[in-house]
């Protein structure tokens, strides 16, 4: 009984990091060679760093077939787009002020998060 206790916290404890802690490599590498990739429930690399000030183009590229994942939703910039599957999408962004601006899928299971500073 205890044991079973034990694994079923292990199991809500990993679930609680996947969807909520853990937050994948800040990528810095420049934008315009960046390809978001969506698939396996995650953004990678789910943290994108862009220049404030400027417009920025996003691409993302969807192989996850789950319907949650066709949406990319920036609930901060009031911005969705519908994601193809197994094609490269573009999604342009206006030009930014410094701070954090989540993205998630429909259901907010796929989390990242576009960091937006002065260069
Ligand atoms: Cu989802």
């Given amino acids: 009984m205890l044991i079973v ?5 292990l199991v ?3 679930i609680v990091w996947w969807f ?8 810095a590498a ?3 060679e960046l390809v978001i990739q969506v698939a396996n429930g995650s953004y990678q ?3 994108i760093a862009v220049p404030a000030g400027q417009a920025t ?6 192989s996850d077939e789950s319907p949650c994942a066709a949406w990319l939703i920036f609930p901060d910039l009031d911005l ?3 994601l193809p599957i197994g094609e490269s999408k573009s999604v342009l962004l206006p030009p930014l002020a410094a701070g954090n601006y989540p993205f ?6 796929y989390r990242g998060n576009l960091v937006v500073s002065e260069s």
């Fill in 30 to 32: 420049a934008v315009d």
């Fill in 20 to 27: 909520w802690l853990y937050k994948g490599e800040t990528q």
């Fill in 12 to 14: 809500i404890a990993l």
């Fill in 57 to 62: 183009t996003l691409r993302f590229f969807r």
């Fill in 5 to 9: 206790n034990l694994i079923g916290l």
């Fill in 80 to 82: 969705s787009e519908e």
């Fill in 104 to 109: 998630t899928c429909q259901m907010q299971m």
């Fill in 45 to 47: 690399p789910s943290q």
